[in-house]
């Protein structure tokens, strides 16, 4: 079939190519896949002598999951589809075709979908029918084409968790795919593992190599090796040269045989040998090893041994097979971070069967279509395909319908894209497409999934990434999830499952008839294009995505990748995709060569434009593109005309009053919004302005009054002042003396010329000095120590002894005394004051003590304030913030401390800062801790130090005094509701 692409008024023919190899298939869905609208729609447009497809029938018909209508033509026909909503509508525009012989209305009523209207357009050159076919509701759809006949399947329940069933059938394959497909299968398979293997990934079925007689070309296998498996490298690993640890263990119906090394051995080689059965396991590079394997955890059934030989560029390690047995049982050959896995057991899946050594004669087997169909059966389904970020790492979570034990491999590219190939596996037509992750942050920028065309069986998920990071692949229940280590910040919104709007394949499955499926979200079906123009004009890659852009450019996400492309299709192709209007002038020529990846339209529009010296104009949904030096001259031409009819316009009056300011203090900044010819004056008496100029600037004026005219905030400033005191003292004294004498008096006189008279008597006596306790006795004993503590009327305690012999001659006083104060004193003071926004607020309350001065002139009296004062000044930020310049003194008489005619001391206390504070909140502005400690001893030098009778020669005191102050503030918007923009919140 031909098709007729129209660029820039030139028609190009199209041919279908023919099938080509895995490669040029991919890229050629690719390119189709990009260019859905534009395509399209151009296609419609025909040779006026090629013949008219005449639809003269529909059918409906139900399917298991919905409504299947067949709109049955004369010709092949291009179509193109699309959704419409409010109500939800599916439209297929089929170009050049003629639709006029069916019924305008059908009813159908069944399922999803109510009714189908048709509707005729013709013109000169060209005729387009269309198909409206009314839905209940939104639901995913297909549009395919078989021949002569369009096909359009709607679902009937809406749902979109679940693959759409195709009535036509099993995909039948060309004979270039199924020699493709048999060539796969007979070919030797060399794995590559993954360049950052999974801690527990999919293992990976290892497959036998053929012997030359079984496959031509195919080196011969040694004696007693039936099969050989080769696992290399792609990408360089860890380096390292030694087998660290060697050990086998039974879990279930498996045994995993775990080769621990400190690199990746460049080359894994795997032999299955027989008589006996054994895998020789040889890790090339590795040179040193364990003596002996780790085996205890074997019971003989699957594997009786393990043994480790070391050569001289490589470690074998052996697997002894059960005795008895014919082969060894399936295995599985994987890497890990840690090493190499071998995996033998009857569970594993085997390795597809190969030609034996005696069985070949030179021809490649190519499998029966039996054979095929059976693998198809029992192979795994992708269901769904989800991304989500937990921390820094990223997950690509494949929920997998039946055997979930997938071979896989994990290869790079390049630095920025990874690849995950899955075997065994099919995947939903509405599953391939391109998931875009670049909302959640980190290196994942965007998923793809696919199925390989020409392959078997396999399926493609791509990661792009903006920079290499580390991944690993984990087995998880019901299917896989591929990990990323991200190191950049995430983002909050959330990527809902299966969130993508274009596949990359759609028009390659087109190419073969198959369906392609959109989801509800979608809005176009790619049109069943050739490849012919693709490759010169260019691709584009159309998809949309949840990120947030800047706020300049908010237009769908589009991949841009041309060369030599004339401007007009560049910019007729970006009016299709934005679905705006867009006139060029006829200066507009050349050609663009470009490169762009997930820019939104808007932004490569602009690109286009300065790449080319253009510049648009956009005036509601049409974009004038021009010169930019033509648009820049039309620009000065209004600019001037304005100016010139400005001067013509007449002047206005109009009266502005202002409620809450000033309108004095607006005077000055309406003045700066007035044309030359405007004035402004003021009526203090009902606080309004007068304005006169023209209207647009009386409007401007007015604007700005009712902005910046706004209810001025209220704040409440509470102040809590609190003050602690503590104080401890401990006095502890002592005091004694007394006398003896020899005199006549007293008849004992020394018997002495000289001296005939001795009196020995205390020299500490104070006339001031306590001596309650000693009644009776002499008025002033003679103290020897005199160190009392101060007793007293509520304070301390003491007790008096006195001792006296006969006749008087000998006395002995003694007097303890002990004191101990404790204090506790706690103030708060809280003021509280009310003021405007940026107006400063006082608030005071104390005494006035006044100091007298004598002079010559006489005497003089001052007033000195001790105060508690509260100053501040408020400033309401936009957000609900207050910044305050507050002030606190708290001054207060300290009758301790007097002046010379004693008069008080006074003790200040003060806290100046600058602080913001949330509405309501309450923080601590300032604080003050001070602490005094003491201890004073006074002795008697020398007797004071002799143990426990020295303290009869000594008086200590301990004093230990705590002062502490802090200011709280707590400032309030009384009136939030209507001073601030959505206060009320």
Do not use: C
């Not at 053929?210 to 099969?227: K, N």
């Amino acid at each position: 079939m031909r098709h007729a692409i129209e660029f820039d008024g030139q028609t190009a023919r199209q041919w279908r190519p023919p099938r080509l190899g895995a490669r040029a298939l991919f890229a050629l869905a690719a390119a189709a896949a990009t260019l859905p609208v534009v395509a399209a729609d151009r296609a419609s447009t025909r040779a006026p002598a090629e013949a008219v497809n005449e639809v003269r029938r529909i059918e409906v018909a139900a399917t298991k999951d919905g409504i299947e209508l067949r709109l049955h033509g004369s010709r092949e026909a291009t179509y193109t589809a699309f959704k419409l909503a409010q109500p939800p509508r599916l439209v297929v525009d089929l170009s050049n075709s003629d639709v006029s012989a069916l019924r305008r209305l059908t009813e159908v009523g069944r399922g999803n979908v109510r009714a189908v209207l048709t509707t005729q357009f013709d013109d000169a050159d060209r005729k387009v029918g269309r198909v409206m076919v009314v839905l209940e509701r939104d639901a995913p759809y297909a549009v395919r084409s078989d021949g002569r006949t369009v096909i359009i399947h709607v679902r009937g329940n809406g749902a979109a968790d679940g693959p759409l069933a195709e009535s036509h059938g099993a995909e039948e394959q060309t004979g270039e795919e199924e020699r493709m497909a048999t060539a796969a299968e007979a070919v030797t398979h060399t794995g590559s593992g993954p360049a950052e293997p999974a801690t527990e990934p999919a293992e990976t079925v290892a497959e036998a190599k053929p012997s030359r007689e079984g496959v031509g070309g195919q080196e011969a296998l040694p004696p007693g090796v039936v099969a050989r498996r080769v696992d290399r490298l792609e990408t360089p690993g860890r380096e390292g040269h030694r087998v660290l640890a060697v050990s086998a263990e039974r879990r279930g119906d498996r045994v995993r045989i775990r080769m621990a090394t400190d690199g990746d051995p460049e080359v894994v080689e795997v032999l299955e040998l027989v008589d006996p059965p054994r895998l020789a396991i040889d890790l090339h590079g590795m040179r040193e090893a364990p003596r002996r394997a780790d085996s205890r955890r074997l019971d003989g059934r699957i594997v009786t041994g393990v043994r480790i030989g070391r050569h001289a560029d490589k470690v074998r390690v052996v697997v002894d097979g059960p005795k008895g047995a014919d082969r060894m049982a399936p295995y599985a050959l994987r890497r890990t971070p840690a090493g190499v896995d071998v995996v033998v057991g009857p569970a594993v899946r085997p390795a597809p069967a190969v030609a034996r050594a005696t069985e070949g004669r030179g021809e490649t087997r190519r499998p029966s279509q039996q054979r095929k169909a059976r693998r198809r059966a029992h192979a795994a389904k992708i269901r769904a395909i989800s991304y989500a970020r937990t921390g820094a790492v990223g997950r690509v979570v494949l929920a997998v319908e039946g055997e979930t034990d997938l071979p896989y491999e994990v290869t790079r590219p390049d630095t920025r894209t990874a690849v995950l190939t899955l075997r065994g596996a099919t995947i939903d037509s509405d599953l391939e497409r391109s998931y875009d992750a670049s909302a959640y942050g980190g290196e994942v920028q965007a998923v793809t999934a696919y199925a390989e065309p020409g392959a078997q069986d396999t399926v493609k998920i791509v990661a792009t990434l903006a920079r290499p990071v580390k991944n690993r692949v984990v087995p998880m229940a019901g299917g896989l999830s591929w990990e990323f280590q991200l190191s950049r910040a995430p983002a909050p919104p959330a990527l809902a499952q299966n969130e993508g709007k274009v596949s990359p394949l759609h028009a390659a499955r087109a190419e073969r008839g198959e369906a392609s499926e959109r989801t509800a979200t979608e809005s176009v079906v790619t049109a069943r294009l050739g490849a012919a123009g693709l490759a010169t004009e260019g691709a584009v890659h159309v998809t949309t995505s949840g990120e947030r852009q800047r706020p300049r450019y908010r237009g769908k996400r589009i991949n841009l990748d041309l060369k030599e492309m004339d401007i007009h299709n560049v910019l007729r192709l970006i009016a299709e995709v934005s679905k705006r209007n867009i006139v060029v002038s006829d200066d507009v020529k050349g050609t663009v060569t470009l490169r762009l990846r997930n820019v939104p339209w808007d932004q490569a529009l602009d690109i286009v434009l300065r790449s080319k010296g253009l510049d648009k104009e956009v005036v509601g949904n049409i974009i004038r593109i021009a010169p930019a030096d033509v648009l820049e001259k039309e620009r000065e031409q209004r600019v001037k005309a304005m100016e010139a009819k400005k001067e013509l316009e007449p002047l206005r009056v109009r009266l502005i009053p202002v409620n809450f300011a000033t309108a004095s203090d607006m005077k000055g900044k309406v003045e700066g919004v007035l044309t030359d010819r405007g004035s402004v004056t003021v009526d203090a008496r009902t606080n309004s302005l007068i304005v006169k100029d023209v209207l647009e600037a009386l409007s401007r004026a007015e604007q700005l009054v009712r902005r910046l005219d706004s209810e001025t905030p209220q704040v409440l400033i509470e102040s809590r002042i609190i003050e602690a005191n503590t104080n401890f003292s401990r006095q502890i004294g002592v005091q004694w003396g007394g006398g003896f004498g020899f005199s006549p008096a007293a008849g004992n006189p020394t018997g002495l010329a000289f001296p005939n008279t001795l009196v020995v008597g205390g020299a500490a006596d104070d006339p001031n000095s306590p001596t309650a306790g000693l009644a009776g006795l002499t008025p002033t004993p003679n103290f020897a120590v005199n160190m009392p503590a101060p007793i007293g009327l509520n304070s301390g305690g003491g007790i008096g002894f006195s001792l006296g012999s006969i006749g008087g001659t000998a006395t002995l006083y003694l007097r303890l005394s002990a004191l101990e104060n404790e204090g506790v004193i706690k103030t708060i003071s809280a003021p509280k004051v009310t003021t405007l926004d940026n107006a400063k607020a006082t608030i005071s309350q104390g005494l006035s003590i006044p100091f007298s001065q004598v002079s010559a002139a006489g005497v003089n009296t001052t007033f000195v304030q001790a105060q508690l004062k509260l100053d501040v000044t408020p400033h309401v930020t936009a957000d609900g913030s207050i910044l305050m310049d507050v002030s606190v003194t708290n001054n207060q008489p300290n009758p301790q401390l007097t002046g010379a005619n004693g008069q008080p001391s006074i003790s200040q206390k003060e806290a100046k800062t600058n602080v913001m504070v949330k509405d309501g909140e309450t923080t601590v502005i300032g604080g003050i801790y001070t602490r005094q400690s003491s201890e004073s001893m006074n002795a008697v030098p020398g007797l004071s130090k002799i143990p426990i009778l020295g303290w009869l020669f000594k008086k200590k005191t301990v004093s230990d005094q705590r002062t502490e102050l802090l200011v709280f503030i707590t400032p309030r918007i009384i009136n939030r509701a209507s001073a601030l923009p959505g206060g009320a919140q």
